[in-house]
């Protein structure tokens, strides 16, 4: 039974495999010696250093540095300045401190405070002293009025300088660094907060793990190229949290116990928001009642959020300070398929017509690394890849409704020299235009990545957005692409160091490590539970992982002579700073798997300095040339991986590599959700597992889970075993019927992404967030709901039937209906409730008080556009629902037609109010009215009374059909009611 689908179909669709070497893909290599050189994999590996948090040899700078004083205050109209002076002795614990601080508290606005503390004199001492631009990173809009604010700023010197951020509607204190000092120098600022005994924080991305941080936690910020490690940095640097607190009601001082049950109604929550505008790496300590936040650098530019909601605080930090998120265009919000190995046009061609065979809906189909000519961004490998038998594919595909998105990646291959049919058009434009980035001599800085050694878009550049966009236009003349996949942002590199400085005739031709089914890397690894579930196949595997020798080249010494540096007065060390953070690379190397922190961009500012923006800048400039790809015509469709605060306004993200174990997928629920809060709404997984092999049992569930997903994306590392949703019968069956749901919520959607494009609401939510009353959903990450209205409780185990989930807000009469019956779900307040969920179902609930537009699902999105819709209206316990709906024409960056309809119902009757200029076609077909106590034989639509009507007084539904008549001219097109 099981893999059953995969051999019957395996026959004709999946071709074999081959140990892939890039050396059989070059087509430009040269001599033949020349071409077997390979990076060796010690070319990636650093020093050996110790992380400061496990040193024990490190040194506490709280109990040496001697802190501030602050004198010299004065008021303005927004808050005040004052100047910060150093209390004592210098302790130049990690770098040099900072003798005189100028701080400006400015109250922004009534829910946003901001603390700047910068270096007073920025051309003194510490010359190389960096201050982040606002041309990179802009600061939060100031303009409030002090006695206007919700939040009060206070401070004191006693000891030494300390300040307090406290909530003035309830005393509240949300910040405190009374206690401890503050440690400002060039390489290393430390400041702490007391933290309430039970505090619920989360966000300070990005990581790999569940939603709450834990009590203890460790957080590492730094960009990093590196498969989704638990606990460590990886790809995105979000140095924000949302700090929820829960009070008994009425009594702010009162604080309620973690996972206390709230049955009794008898609590409440407040939320707050905290930024540190700073890119450099960062490590936040979670302690008992403690926070500490340290930096490599930079200043102190920190925002307080008064929230009280979570929803108005990521609507504060998002409005304010890093921007609304990107409108996606309709098509994107339907299903994608990649993986890495799709080997030509023909077998992108077959996998889409395997979609239709199957009649599983497929939106955009996408290729990875293997479409370059020699890995090389913008040119496309023209034996299996080219451009002629690309735009037949492409028309193809176009008029088919759907659409093809591409990798591109950021580093760019730079030739030989000394081979003249090695030129690569775009290195001699970027070369010319000298946008790329420089090795402090002013030579240029080549790493290596994919293509052989490369050269970086220098994003400091005043012409390298230019230089990026216009490779983009270039390369849409050749290849018709609809949006762009930017990836290894990280920035990443594959040696230390400028390695490809005078080596540039070794062409290396294949980077130093093993590729996914190359021997000695042959993919074995399968999901937990496969030898419950296939046991033959995966004893086989087993024998074969045991046979493979998995030395992979050197590994880095044991010796535990770790590198340790001291500071030396007024020079800061940016390869090796004298404060280690737990960077996850090999050895804590800053320098490791990415470009050098002593890299030097034209502006005179190190990559040190700017590390984790490179991505977040490259998406700017990949959403700035689809601008131009695109005549402005067409929202930019970009996924990053590597982001930064702010991204979300050019680019959604997905998770990066993970693995097709069961614990990724969990993890995918709480990434999302953090992502939200980052104000990057459009968020998925490699659904199925990247890394590994996946099997029938979690492809089931997985395409089930991320269904539910902004961004809902199959994707598959090279030469593991095929996973698009086809090849199993079960998988076909639970990601049809999960995109059954997802499908017929497209408007609703599409609505939840125009408002967080306009308000910065979340798509993806919590239950925390809906609930903020119930402390015992503060740490639920294992079920969501999408925008208010939708629950989804996936089952996130293997071998399992049952789920068990919560069912918010039922003590105080919140109703949930079940999906599938329509009929309401009795649950027990606070109770886990056992849900039955059988492979292939997904249990899903909708909202009481929630009305859904729906349209029929559909193999594109295209064609659900062009089906009639209905309405399901589920009441809640009062008998009212209401919903909302935004239409426009899904992909103009200014549509010049938009349509917003509300929806209301209440005391036995529905009305819709539209208001705008879009015409929408499609007719309504019927309404669904769920939790109708009583209906009347007299159903009336604008006083007309309807003949297909349905009442079920048992399950207390109401079917009003045969709508097509009174809506010919369109389901919005004038206001109306419907009276029961
Ligand atoms: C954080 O680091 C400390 C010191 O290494 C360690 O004791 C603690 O267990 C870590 N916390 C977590 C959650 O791993
Ligand atoms: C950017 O390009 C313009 C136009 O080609 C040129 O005049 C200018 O010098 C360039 N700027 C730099 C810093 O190279
Ligand atoms: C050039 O390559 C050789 C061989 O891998 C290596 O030993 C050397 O360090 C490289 N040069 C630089 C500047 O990294």
């Not at 070319?43 to 540095?65: E, K, M, R, T, Y």
């Not at 968020?683 to 029938?696: A, H, I, L």
């Not at 556009?865 to 009062?878: I, K, P």
Request: hydrophobic letters at 35%; proline letters at 5%; a negative charge.
């Amino acid at each position: 039974m099981v893999n059953s689908m995969r051999s019957l179909v395996g026959a004709w669709l999946i071709p074999v495999i081959t140990a892939l070497s890039r050396s059989t893909l070059r087509s430009t290599s040269t001599s033949a010696s020349s071409a077997q050189f390979t990076i060796p994999a010690e070319a990636d590996i650093g020093a050996q250093l110790i992380a400061n948090i496990d040193d024990p040899q490190a040194v506490n700078a709280q109990s040496v540095c001697p802190g501030y004083k602050a004198s010299d205050v004065q008021e303005n109209l927004h808050g005040f300045i004052a100047r910060l002076a150093l209390a004592g002795e210098p302790c130049d614990v990690y770098g040099t401190d900072v003798d005189a601080l100028t701080l400006t508290v400015d109250y922004q606005a009534s829910s946003r405070l901001n603390i700047q503390i910068l270096p007073t004199f920025t051309d003194a001492v510490n010359s190389s002293w960096f201050l982040l631009s606002e041309e990179f990173v802009p600061r939060p809009e100031s303009g409030g009025a002090t006695n206007a604010s919700d939040l009060i700023f206070s401070w004191s010197n006693e000891p030494s300088f300390n300040f307090k951020v406290v909530r003035k509607a309830t005393g509240d204190v949300l910040f405190d660094t009374e206690g401890t000092v503050l440690v400002y120098e060039n390489q290393f600022i430390e400041f702490c907060t007391s933290l309430p005994e039970e505090y619920n924080l989360y966000g300070l991305g990005e990581h790999f793990n569940q939603l709450r941080l834990l009590k203890d936690a460790n957080v590492t910020m730094y960009t990093a190229d590196v498969g989704d490690p638990i606990d460590s940095n990886i790809y995105g640097q979000h140095p924000f949290y949302l700090d929820t607190r829960y009070f008994k009601t009425g009594n702010s001082s009162e604080r309620a116990k973690r996972n206390e049950s709230n049955a009794s109604g008898q609590y409440t929550s407040h939320s707050h928001g905290v930024f540190l505008r700073n890119s450099h790496g960062q490590e936040v300590l979670l302690r008992s009642q403690r926070l500490t936040w340290r930096t490599l650098g930079g200043g102190i530019d920190l925002t307080f959020y008064s929230g009280p909601t979570q929803a108005d605080v990521t609507k504060q930090y998002q409005i304010s300070t890093v921007g609304l998120p990107a409108m996606q265009q309709y098509s994107t919000l339907g299903f994608h398929q990649c993986r890495w190995g799709y080997n030509n046009w023909s077998e992108l061609a077959e996998v889409v017509a395997n979609f239709e065979r199957f009649e599983i809906p497929l939106e955009y189909i996408w290729t990875d690394i293997d479409y370059m000519h020699g890995y090389r961004d913008f040119e496309n490998d023209q034996h299996r890849f080219s451009y002629s038998e690309g735009a037949k594919f492409l028309k193809d595909l176009h008029e088919g409704g759907r659409y093809y998105v591409p990798i591109v990646d950021a580093a760019l291959y730079i030739p030989n020299p000394d081979n003249a049919s090695d030129a690569y058009d775009t290195y001699t434009r970027g070369a010319a235009a000298d946008v790329f980035i420089k090795n402090p001599d002013g030579s240029l800085y080549i790493g290596a990545v994919w293509p052989g050694y490369t050269v970086y878009p220098d994003w400091h550049h005043p012409n390298a957005t230019e230089f990026w966009s216009n490779e983009l236009v270039l390369w849409a003349k050749n290849v018709a692409y609809d949006g762009v996949w930017y990836d290894m942002a990280e920035v990443s590199s594959f040696c230390v160091g400028s390695c490809g400085s005078g080596n540039l005739t070794l062409n290396p031709v294949h980077p130093p490590f093993l590729l996914p089914g190359e021997p000695g890397n042959i993919v074995y690894d399968y999901p937990e539970y496969f030898n419950v579930t296939n046991a033959t196949e995966a004893a086989s595997a087993s024998a074969g992982a045991a046979s493979q020798t998995t030395s992979t080249g050197s590994s880095p010494s044991t010796s535990t002579a770790y590198l340790r540096t001291t500071p030396t007065p007024g020079v800061r060390n940016v390869n090796y700073p004298p404060y280690v953070i737990n960077h996850v690379q090999t050895g804590h190397d800053l320098s490791v798997h990415a470009i050098s922190p002593n890299s030097t961009h034209s502006d005179g500012v190190q990559e040190y300095d700017v590390h984790s923006l490179f991505g977040h800048q490259g998406l700017n400039a990949t959403y700035q040339g689809l601008l131009k790809v695109w005549s402005g015509e067409r929202r930019p469709f970009i996924i990053g991986r590597s982001t930064f605060a702010g991204s979300g306004k050019w680019a959604g993200h997905w998770g990066g590599d993970n693995i097709s174990k069961w614990g990724s997928m969990y993890f995918s629920i709480a990434q999302a959700l953090s992502f939200s809060l980052f104000g990057i709404p459009m968020f998925g997984v490699d659904t199925c597992g990247f890394n590994g092999n996946t099997d029938e049992e979690l492809c089931n569930r997985w395409m089930q889970l991320s269904a539910f997903f902004p961004f809902y994306r199959n994707h598959n590392v090279l030469s593991a075993i095929p996973q698009e949703p086809y090849r199993w019968a079960s998988v076909i069956e639970a990601s049809k019927a999960a995109m059954q749901i997802r499908y017929a919520l497209l408007p609703y959607y599409y609505t939840l992404f125009h408002l967080a494009h306009t308000t910065g609401s979340t798509v993806m939510r919590a239950l925390a967030w809906e609930f903020p009353s119930d402390p015992t959903l503060a740490g639920v990450d294992t079920q969501f709901l999408v925008g208010p209205s939708i629950m989804a409780i996936p089952v996130l185990e293997p071998q399992a039937d049952t789920v068990k989930g919560v069912f918010p807000g039922v003590a105080h009469g919140e109703v949930w209906y079940d999906w599938y019956t329509r009929t309401v779900v009795k649950a027990e307040a606070g109770a886990n409730t056992t849900i039955l969920a059988p492979l292939s179902h997904i249990p899903v609930y909708v909202r009481g008080g929630s009305i859904l537009p729906l349209q029929e699902p559909a193999l594109t999105t295209r064609e659900a556009r062009n089906t009639t819709w209905s309405l399901l209206a589920a009441l809640g316990s009062d008998g009212t629902a209401s919903g909302q709906l935004y239409l426009d024409d899904g992909v103009s960056v200014t549509p010049n037609a938009t349509l917003n309809v509300d929806f209301g119902a209440s005391h036995s009757s529905l009305h819709i109010t539209t208001t705008g200029k879009w015409k929408e076609v499609n007719s309504l077909a019927n309404v669904t009215v769920l939790g109708v106590k009583k209906a009347s034989p007299l159903v009336k639509f604008n006083g007309k009374q309807m003949s297909t009507v349905n009442y079920d007084s048992t399950a207390h539904i109401l079917f009003v059909g045969g709508l097509q008549e009174v809506t010919k001219s369109g389901a919005w097109a004038e206001d109306w009611v419907l009276e029961w």
